[in-house]
């Protein structure tokens, strides 16, 4: 099955949502930055488009912002939040229902989340091997590890393989598999993800670092490690009950 059929896929059954809902087009590219779309809901300074590229904030990624334009005008979109299962998009202005629009990306704000978001996926997966602990939390600028026994010198090691491998230029692959052919027995942070995602819901978007880190995950990726960048800093620092913080600084 080709990786478009599988996407195309995916999204019929993962994000195939009610009338009032979006097409989320960032799902299939992360690359695309102009759509056209209709304002199917609107009200003070919001919109919900049939579809959108529009990434909504979410598992610790920033929203997209940028500009919808339109007949006679256009409104800048300050934050996009996905609230059950609409995507609502924040204005400057109110743009009334059944307009058709275009929308348009504010890439190098997307970008720069992208590069960070590969590259905490990265990051999570050098640590993990090296046994830092359960990751409780993270975001692109930071990882929190519990209870983690991580020093100075590990910090430093990932920061030299991490830098390494953003060299070598490997590709990151998205695919789609199954919920009954991920192993995630032994990973409880997996686990506990797996079990918030409804159990209709059986193709699991996956981002796979070859060798490296390989998860499943619905944000916005670059295509390979070489466009991450290198790290200028890894900074690790204590916090209570026993977490480390690692700051990241690309």
């Keep these: 099955m080709t990786l478009v059929l599988c996407a195309l896929i995916a999204v019929n059954l993962m994000y195939k949502l009610p009338v ?15 759509f056209a779309a ?36 256009e409104a800048l979109v300050r934050k996009v939040m996905k609230r059950g299962r609409d995507v609502y998009h924040y204005l400057d202005g109110d743009i009334p229902v059944g307009t058709e629009v275009h929308g348009i990306i504010d890439w190098g704000q997307r970008h720069w989340n992208m590069r960070r978001h590969s590259g905490e996926h990265l990051l999570t997966g050098l640590f993990e091997k090296r046994g830092s602990g359960l990751k409780v939390y993270s975001d692109l600028e930071r990882l929190d ?18 830098n390494a491998i953003v060299g070598e230029d490997l590709p990151i692959h998205i695919y789609y598999t199954s919920r009954e052919h991920l192993d995630v027995k032994d990973d409880s942070r997996k686990l506990d993800f797996l079990e918030k995602i409804p159990l ?25 490690t070489g466009e991450i960048g ?17 700051h990241f600084f690309l």
Excluded: W
């Excluded at 209709?200 to 390979?224: Q, Y």
């Design 38 to 73: 209709r304002v199917m809901k609107a009200g003070p300074n919001f919109v919900i488009l049939d579809r959108t590229a529009f990434y909504p904030k979410s598992g610790g990624q920033p929203s997209d912002t940028g500009k919808i334009t339109y007949l006679g005008g």
């Design 20 to 34: 009032s809902s979006s097409e989320l087009l960032y799902v299939l590219d992360s690359y695309l930055t102009e």
């Design 230 to 246: 290198c790290l200028s800093d890894l900074r690790l620092s204590n916090a209570k009950k026993g977490r480390k913080i690692v």
């Design 200 to 224: 209709n819901v059986d193709l699991l978007r996956m981002v796979d670092i070859p060798g490296h880190a390989r998860t499943f995950c619905f944000g916005t990726h670059v295509k390979n």
């Design 145 to 162: 590890f519990k209870p983690s026994e991580l020093e100075k010198e590990t910090v430093q090691q990932v920061k030299a393989e991490f």
